[in-house]
């Protein structure tokens, strides 16, 4: 937590930690569960002292890199959120590298299983019904 001292000076005056866990179900599967982020923001909220958590006024956040949360038509997640490290994708890639070979040029990136590009492969390709 942090209280602002002027135009361009913030000072921290509290700060928490909650640990989540990461799932590696098969070999280059990242994921962890959506709803233990927020379980996770809880935790460490609980930890500031009692006459900080009334003035809260911002939070930051950090630990987790872009990733994917699959939701369904009334916004429930579907699975475990895949992780910017999850490299399950490198087939998918591969072909979509051969399918557009100026790929790279076109978008600044290659298509590796662990950048955001990833999202452009259909998901329904590398996981199994639900």
């Given at each position: ?116 590009i990833r999202s452009a492969i259909s998901y329904s390709q590398i996981l199994p019904e639900p």
């Amino acid at each position: 937590m942090a209280q602002e001292q002027g135009f361009d000076k913030v000072v921290i005056v509290a700060d928490a930690t909650a640990r989540l866990e990461v799932k590696r179900p098969k070999p280059l599967h990242s994921e962890q569960n959506p709803d233990d982020w927020m379980v996770a923001v809880d935790e460490a909220i609980r930890q500031l002292p009692i006459n900080l958590k009334k003035d809260i006024g911002a939070m930051g956040l950090a630990g987790q890199m872009h990733g994917a949360v699959l939701l369904g038509e009334d916004n429930e997640i579907l699975r475990p959120a895949i992780l910017w490290n999850d490299g399950r994708s490198h087939d998918q890639c591969q072909t979509l590298e051969s399918a557009v070979p100026r790929l790279d040029e076109i978008t600044g990136k290659s298509a590796m299983p662990h950048s955001s590009i990833r999202s452009a492969i259909s998901y329904s390709q590398i996981l199994p019904e639900p």
